[in-house]
């Protein structure tokens, strides 16, 4: 997977997948991490040019909710400014752009296209525990 230029300042630097839900060519459903914050990224479109996802900020008690399945996909997504709000670091979401001919690639801050989410009641799929999830 290709990352644009200033990937690194806005994830952060070591940004690695660390487990992979949905993978058809690339991965699809996703926790990522670097040395400063965690994601959950989701594809979400492809075109002759190139591939998007969202990524969603997370913590590591929302992260668990997630794993544990008290909340769905979609709820995660665009419940992200109540659900996942915290006062001392609001969560955003962030589209990533990758072009297959390397120009272009973005990262830019959006609202979400609802159209793009799974339906409800989509869970994420994960026989670990939350506590053994770091």
């Known amino acids: 997977m290709n990352f644009p230029e200033d990937f690194e300042n806005i994830f952060g630097k070591n940004f690695t997948i660390e487990k992979v839900f949905s993978w058809y060519d690339f991965p699809r459903l996703f926790f990522a991490k670097s040395d400063t914050e965690k994601w959950l990224g989701l594809w979400i479109d492809s075109d002759d040019t190139g591939n998007e ?7 590591h008690e929302n992260k668990g909710r997630l794993v544990l399945k008290h909340i769905d996909l979609r709820t995660a997504f ?8 915290n006062k001392e670091k609001p969560q955003y979401i962030l589209k990533v752009s990758t ?9 830019e801050k959006v609202i ?6 799974p ?16």
Request: net charge negative; aromatic share 22%.
């Open 53 to 59: 996802w969202y990524y969603l900020q997370l913590n």
């Open 78 to 85: 665009l419940g992200f400014d109540n659900f996942f709000f």
């Open 99 to 107: 072009r297959y001919n390397g120009d272009d690639d973005s990262v």
């Open 112 to 117: 979400i296209n609802p159209e793009y989410l």
């Open 119 to 134: 339906k409800s009641g989509i869970f994420l799929e994960n026989e670990e525990k939350s506590e053994e999830i770091k």
